[in-house]
């Protein structure tokens, strides 16, 4: 789907987006639906995040915005749809990681930029570094989140306590069956790294 932002005939551009739309991922190709789109700043690009955060409160998600961005084109966005959707991993920032992902027909998100509202919260922090985004840029930190009841900071805490301290047990069971998938992929000689 890279060809939606390349120069192009409008009716080819066209017939992508709607092949886009029936992909389920329309939200991402908003962005690119003109031709030769112009390189935005570091600004334009956090206010369209932002944009994004405010549209999303209206429409029943949480404060939460975010896009995908390379050479100051945005080419995914995301919203925050964990209580709309029953899905509590539907962060800002995964929900545009998936749909660049989904739209570029990759798993490595390595020479793009996030753009997010707000600071990354743990979850979100460790999709950027698996997608190998290379930066980010975020309005509100953490603390403006806190303030508004986003409180993300009793996983950092979690994370420092040795296992039997933290609220959420956790216990070993049969690594020695477990075990059994890493040898495979071990052996595997086509295996895929990421
Ligand atoms: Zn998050």
């Known amino acids: 789907m890279k060809v939606c932002f390349k120069k192009g005939k409008q009716s080819a551009l066209k017939s992508l987006c709607v092949l886009v739309a029936l992909g389920g991922a329309l939200a ?3 962005s690119g639906s003109k031709a030769d789109e112009a390189s935005q700043s570091q600004e334009e ?3 369209k995040a932002i944009e994004l955060s405010v549209e999303n409160v209206k429409n029943g998600g949480g404060p939460f915005g975010a896009v995908i961005v390379k050479d100051g084109k945005i080419v995914a966005t995301g919203v925050n749809r964990v209580t709309a959707n029953n899905d509590p991993t539907a962060h800002a ?6 749909a660049a992902c989904e739209k570029l027909g990759t798993f490595d998100l390595s020479g793009y930029e996030i753009y997010t ?3 990354p919260c743990p979850m979100c922090l460790g999709a950027i570094y698996w997608a190998h985004l290379d930066k980010v ?12 009841g986003f409180d993300d900071s009793f996983i ?9 301290q933290r609220k959420l047990p956790s216990e070993v069971l049969l690594p020695d069956e ?3 998938a890493f040898d495979l992929w071990r052996q595997k000689e086509d295996k895929v790294e990421y």
């Open 45 to 47: 690009l956090m206010r």
């Open 156 to 164: 950092y805490d979690e994370l420092e306590l040795p296992y039997d």
């Open 137 to 148: 840029y975020y309005g509100n930190d953490k603390t403006d989140a806190k303030d508004i």
């Open 93 to 98: 920032e995964v929900s545009a990681i998936r």
């Open 178 to 180: 477990a075990i059994r």
């Open 28 to 30: 991402s190709c908003g």
């Open 117 to 119: 509202s707000c600071e």
